[in-house]
């Protein structure tokens, strides 16, 4: 089934953000592999990306976070590919200030009715113990309380190496 063609109208007129891990790591590799989490997630998130942009047409919001945040709007997949090269891993893994700001930033445009009509879908990408963990389950909590019914923001965690950091810290959906 494709999901787009069948019943799969939700999935376009709504914003994507990827909020992706470039703490320190993410340059841990694995034993055994000479590619660190970093690395082998990139071509994976390009690929994510591709499909975003062809639904959230006028580009995707990307966060990197690490001891602190940067956010890029309004990008495509050929921009993440240059963000991926201008930034490498370090600092700690402080995913509480990246999601905050992205939900935040969707309440906003919500209040201005300048939010797509079917929401936005937030996918967080790390490989670490997230920092202060309780920060971000009840920035979740607080986020799910304020929601109309129905209502987006969609959250997913997705763990780059195969651990399962998302749900064990956060109680996200990995």
């Known amino acids: 089934m494709d999901p787009l063609l069948e019943g799969g109208a939700a999935l376009q007129e709504r914003d994507y953000t990827l909020i992706i891990d470039k703490s320190n790591d993410m340059y841990k590799s694995e034993s ?3 590619k660190s989490p970093w690395e082998l997630m990139q071509n994976s998130i390009l690929a994510l990306a591709t499909e975003c942009e ?3 047409l006028d580009g995707i919001t990307v966060y990197l976070f690490s001891d602190y ?10 921009d993440l590919a240059h963000i991926f090269l201008e930034n490498q891993p370090s600092g700690k893994t402080n995913l509480a200030a990246a999601l905050k700001d992205a939900i935040d930033t969707y309440f906003e445009r919500r209040a201005l009715d300048i939010a797509k009509p079917n929401g936005e879908t937030i996918l967080v990408v790390t490989a670490g113990d997230i920092e202060d963990p309780d920060l971000v389950k009840q920035l979740i909590i607080s986020t799910s309380n304020n929601l109309e019914q129905d209502e987006s923001p969609q959250l997913y965690c997705v763990a780059s190496d195969g651990h399962n950091y998302c749900t064990s810290n956060c109680g996200l959906v990995s």
Do not use: I, M, N
Request: no cysteine; net charge positive; hydrophobic share 25%.
């Open 32 to 34: 055994g592999s000479y």
């Open 54 to 56: 062809k639904l959230d």
């Open 69 to 78: 945040f940067k956010r890029y709007d309004h990008v495509t997949s050929a």
